[in-house]
Structures are given as structure tokens and as C-alpha cells.
């Protein structure tokens, strides 16, 4: 592999979207040229400005090369850019004498654009369109002040042509990226209201990549009560979001049809996935929360291989440790625990993901450690101001997804609303 094409997969290999991509490249460019600009064009006609480099750093552009973030529509009619996309090989090479040329050309963004790459003491300049399926899909526009070698803009052309590819890659991706998470919030319910507890939730896809797909949480209401759930289905795509929703709507449907202990709800629900079909791997809980009094709550949940909850009381906050029942979708007739504990008023129960805690330069158990102490020292925080300071301390940057479910026992009984007034006032 040439060495500049090599050095260009090396740096580029983990760019996170079409910006990043182009703003490395461009950057690793201005050892090769004494200015690089790096552009994207979007459908139908718009081109718009990613980067500008010089040796020394960002480039202060000439007033006809556009602003440093310029976006400007008609991209595919006007200027120079029309010539690229019907060049051979979509390179153009102009060197001073053609410049000079089209400095005085008749169609003005020409003559504009030609005049300010040669403002900027260009005597050599380069075009490389950056093609996807036929079609430029970016372009590099490189100048030199004492010229290219022919072995220079081979490499060049090279790495246009890499690019175009990437680019087409990383536009794939974001797009499969926005479907799973479109189909992942639009299965995120809303809460219900519920006299004496507060709830609160948080969705956050990944901050990079197709790492989205496979969590959710859920809130309801039955003959049971209060149906709390979170959940991750395996996998991390716009398949892992369509089976996560294929087990969310299997778990309310069996939820709302038996009054029956959770352990019995997700049995069913494992049961029902594997005569279906389903090949649908996931952990979960999922909590039923019925008031037993005026001031205490019994909590009845059971675990198919899931991170444990999280109780706060008093200040204080525990990992609710059981010993974990099997995952869904490995064996639909493994027996299933119910476990029960009882909620107080100024209680909190938190269920999360594993997206919230992961990080593979720590263990689970150290990042559980963590999570507890944090959640600990917001204890007294209502369950959205406690959510937020999660996606805080552990949110940013996270390459999975993550949801949270917070249940408050409010501390005071809720008031009841005023009676309204009978008859005529």
C-alpha cells in the first residue's frame, strides 16, 4: 500500500461520522500541500465546507473560497465544480498559467475562485472528487506553491478514491444508525401518573457508530399494579431495535393478560419467542409495584440475567443482589424466581442497562461499586435530577446505549385534588 494511502486508513480507520473523516484527512494532506480544503456535498445541490488547513494550521480563506463553514447551494452549476464532475477519473489539475486563465473567465464564480487560490500563491492546484456509486460525494481541493509530481498526485487520486468509499460507509451507517434509534424512541412509552410515586426515565443511544438497537424501558399499569421493566436485547443494529420491540410488546401483552407474579409473565414471554421463532437473546427485569398501606409499597421483580437494581433509603443506597435466572432466549423452560422487597415513602428503586457502567479498562464489579456511590450521593435527589446526574458521570462518551427507570415513593402522601363545587355558585 502507498505510504500516504496507508497513512490515510490508519488515521481515518476510527472517525466516527463524514466530518471527522474529511477533518483527518485534510489535516494529514498539508504535509503534501501548502493549503487543503475538504468539502461534502449533500443532496440535491448543496456543498458544504468541512475543513480548511494550512501547514501551520486552520486556514484564513480568500473571500472567494467561502467562509471557513461556508454551505452554498447550487454546488453542481456554478464554479469550478461542474468541470471536476465531468473530468476523467474526477481529478482536475490547474496548474499557474490555466489559473491565470480562469481568473479572467467570463462566468464569475470561476474567475473568483481561480483568483483566490491564486492569491494564496498556488502555481499548482488540484481537485480530487470524492465518488460514491458515480456520484462526488466530497471533494479535496489541494494547492501547492511549487508545484505537484506526477507520483504526488497518483497517491492523491489514490486516496480520493479510498475516501469516496469511506464516505459512502459512514453515510450507510448514519442512516442505519438514525433508523434503529427512530425505531427505538418510538417505542419508548410515557410514563404514567401515579398518586404517591414519581417516575422518571432516560434513553441515550451511542455516542458513536451503530451501537444503538437493543435497550428500553417500560412503565404501565395493570391488575397488578405498577409494571416497571428494562431490558437490553442482544446486539447493536437496526435488528437488535426490531427484537427488542418484538419482546417489549410480547412482555405488556402477557403482563396485561394473566394477574400473575413476574417470574410467570416472563416465563411465558420466553416460552411464546421461542415457538415463535423469535432467536431473540436478551436480559431483562421486570417489577410489579403494588401498594400494601398508606405508606409502604411491596416490590415483586424478577431477573433473566440482568444488572441488579439499585435501592436507595434513608440516604443510603443498595445493590439489590439475587442470584440471576437464565437470560431469555437460551432455554425457554428454565425456572424462574420471584423476589419481593418492600418500598417506604422518600424510597427509590433504579433499574439501568449495561450501556450506564461499561468500560473495559474497569471490572463490573468495580463499576457497580461506582454506580452505587454515585446514585448514593444523590440520594436525596427527585428521580429526574438523579437521572440526569447519571447520564453526567457515566453518559458521556458511552459506545452503547443506555436506558434508566427511576420509581420514587413520594414522602408526603400526594394531596387529593379539591372536590369542584356543586351546583351554581
Known amino acids: 500500500m502507498p505510504y500516504l494511502l496507508g497513512q490515510v486508513v490508519r488515521t ?3 472517525a466516527a461520522d463524514a466530518e471527522q473523516l474529511l477533518d483527518r484527512v485534510a489535516r494529514i494532506l498539508t504535509d503534501w500541500a501548502d493549503w487543503v480544503i475538504a468539502d461534502r456535498l449533500d443532496e440535491p445541490d448543496l456543498i458544504v465546507r468541512v475543513a480548511a488547513y494550512g501547514r501551520s494550521g486552520p486556514l484564513a480563506l480568500p473571500g472567494g473560497m467561502g467562509r471557513a463553514t461556508a454551505r452554498r447551494s447550487a454546488a453542481g452549476t456554478v464554479g469550478i465544480l461542474p468541470a471536476l464532475v465531468g473530468a476523467p477519473q474526477r481529478l482536475l489539475r490547474l496548474r499557474d498559467d490555466e489559473l491565470h486563465d480562469l481568473a479572467r473567465a467570463d462566468e464569475p464564480h470561476v474567475a473568483l475562485q481561480a483568483s483566490a487560490a491564486l492569491s494564496l500563491g498556488t502555481q499548482d492546484l488540484l481537485l480530487v472528487g470524492l465518488v460514491a456509486r458515480d456520484t462526488v460525494v466530497g471533494v479535496l481541493t489541494l494547492g501547492s506553491c511549487s508545484g505537484f509530481s ?16 469511506a464516505l459512502d460507509a459512514t453515510r450507510l451507517l448514519a442512516g442505519q444508525r438514525t433508523l434503529a434509534t427512530a425505531l427505538q424512541t418510538s417505542l419508548l412509552p410515557a410514563l ?4 404517591d410515586l414519581r417516575l422518571a ?7 458513536r457508530g451503530l451501537s444503538v438497537g437493543g435497550d428500553w424501558y417500560d ?3 395493570t391488575a397488578s399494579g405498577l409494571v416497571v421493566v428494562i431490558g437490553d436485547a442482544s446486539g447493536h443494529d437496526v435488528s437488535a431495535a426490531v427484537r427488542m ?12 393478560d394473566h394477574d400473575e407474579p413476574p417470574s410467570a409473565v416472563v416465563a411465558r414471554l420466553d416460552r411464546t419467542a421461542a415457538t415463535l421463532g423469535l432467536e431473540a437473546t436478551a436480559t431483562c427485569v ?8 398508606t405508606c409502604t409499597w411491596r416490590l415483586a421483580w424478577t431477573s433473566a440475567g440482568h444488572l441488579p437494581p439499585i435501592h436507595v433509603r434513608n440516604g443510603r443506597a443498595v445493590l439489590v443482589e439475587t442470584d440471576p435466572d437464565l437470560m431469555l432466549g437460551v432455554d425457554p423452560a428454565t425456572a424462574r424466581a420471584d423476589h419481593h422487597r418492600d418500598l417506604v415513602r422518600g424510597d427509590t428503586l433504579l433499574l439501568y442497562t449495561d450501556g450506564l457502567i461499561e468500560l473495559p479498562t474497569q471490572s463490573l464489579d468495580v463499576r457497580l461499586e461506582l454506580l452505587r456511590r454515585t446514585v448514593e450521593e444523590h440520594a436525596q435527589a427527585d428521580p429526574d435530577e438523579l437521572l440526569e446526574a447519571l447520564l453526567t458521570a457515566f453518559g458521556t462518551g458511552a459506545t452503547d446505549d443506555i436506558a434508566m427507570l427511576a420509581v420514587r415513593v413520594l414522602p408526603v402522601p400526594a394531596q387529593a ?9
Open 201 to 207: 426515565a432516560r434513553y441515550q443511544p451511542a455516542a
Open 219 to 221: 412503565a404501565f399499569v
Open 286 to 293: 421486570m417489577g410489579q409495584v403494588r401498594q400494601l398501606s
Open 192 to 195: 404514567p401518573a401515579i398518586s
Open 417 to 425: 385534588e379539591p372536590s369542584a363545587p356543586s351546583g351554581p355558585a
Open 150 to 165: 506526477d507520483e504526488q498526485v497518483a497517491e492523491i487520486a489514490d486516496v480520493g478514491a479510498h475516501l469516496g468509499v
Open 12 to 14: 481515518t480507520a476510527g
Open 245 to 256: 420491540s418484538d419482546l417489549r410488546n410480547l412482555l405488556r401483552a402477557h403482563a396485561v
